[in-house]
């Protein structure tokens, strides 16, 4: 286990929920990855990201589906696109990421609890 987090700590991420309304494909990135630009609601709006998801995701079936993401982390610089928030997976036994997700529709930017 990793070092333990205060309470405050963890309150500090902001993970919320988002629907995926765009994938396209990331030629300029070091490893192979999708340009997702995510709704997350009228709070935060629209969030792009760069996701590392190509071996178990097609563009088309991202549209629509809802995904996990940090949305409080500085944007960060990758090849020539800014990604503004994090998409949460977990890694298979290849090192390929699953998505997190969500079971039943929720609003879009809802905060995890």
């Known amino acids: 286990m990793e070092k333990l987090l ?9 993970l919320r929920v988002g ?3 765009a994938a396209e494909d990331f030629p300029k990135a070091k490893n192979p990855a999708y340009q997702l630009r995510i709704d997350f609601g009228e709070e935060i709006g629209i969030l792009k990201s760069s996701a590392q998801i190509t071996a178990h995701y097609s563009k ?3 549209i629509g589906k809802q995904v996990v993401a940090v949305v ?3 944007k960060k ?4 696109f ?9 890694a298979d036994e290849n090192g390929d990421i699953i998505l997190t997700s969500v ?7 809802a905060k995890l609890k």
């Open 6 to 14: 205060s309470w405050a700590e963890f309150e500090a991420v902001d």
């Open 19 to 21: 629907t995926i309304l």
């Open 60 to 62: 088309a079936e991202l």
């Open 72 to 74: 409080n982390f500085p």
């Open 77 to 80: 610089q990758i090849a020539n």
């Open 82 to 90: 800014m990604s503004e928030c994090l998409v949460t997976g977990f």
């Open 103 to 109: 079971d039943k529709a929720v609003p879009n930017g």
